[in-house]
């Protein structure tokens, strides 16, 4: 993901929620109306949702495992496979805009 816009935002969201401890990842986000870890997996489905569009493959659900603390990484592991399934760069910037909004909301 080296050098896309969709790597700089992933980054960015990690080095902001990387350090917190589950009470924080509980905690309702800024938006109002889900908690932070919710609307982080939330992101993370849609960005496996347009990789496996751009890889010509089934969406498949990703699972919300009991330890919000895993999410950074599971977000840094489907945005890499969006990268790596090539699509245009529109939906790359797609998915970069839905990182930046979320951070926002956190």
Do not use: K, Y
Request: glycine fraction near 8%; avoid cysteine.
């Amino acid at each position: 993901m080296r050098g896309t816009e969709l790597g700089r935002a992933v980054e960015l969201l990690v080095r902001q929620v990387g350090h917190w401890e589950q009470p924080r990842w509980a905690a309702q986000a800024a938006g109002g109306n889900a908690a932070r870890g919710d609307l982080v997996h939330r992101l993370v489905q849609e960005v496996a949702n347009l990789a496996a569009d751009a890889e010509g493959q089934p969406r498949r659900t990703v699972p919300r495992l009991d330890n919000d603390l895993a999410l950074p990484d599971q977000l840094r592991v489907v945005a890499a496979d969006l990268v790596a399934a090539g699509p245009p760069p529109e939906v790359l910037a797609r998915a970069a805009a839905e990182v930046t909004a979320t951070r926002s909301a956190l």
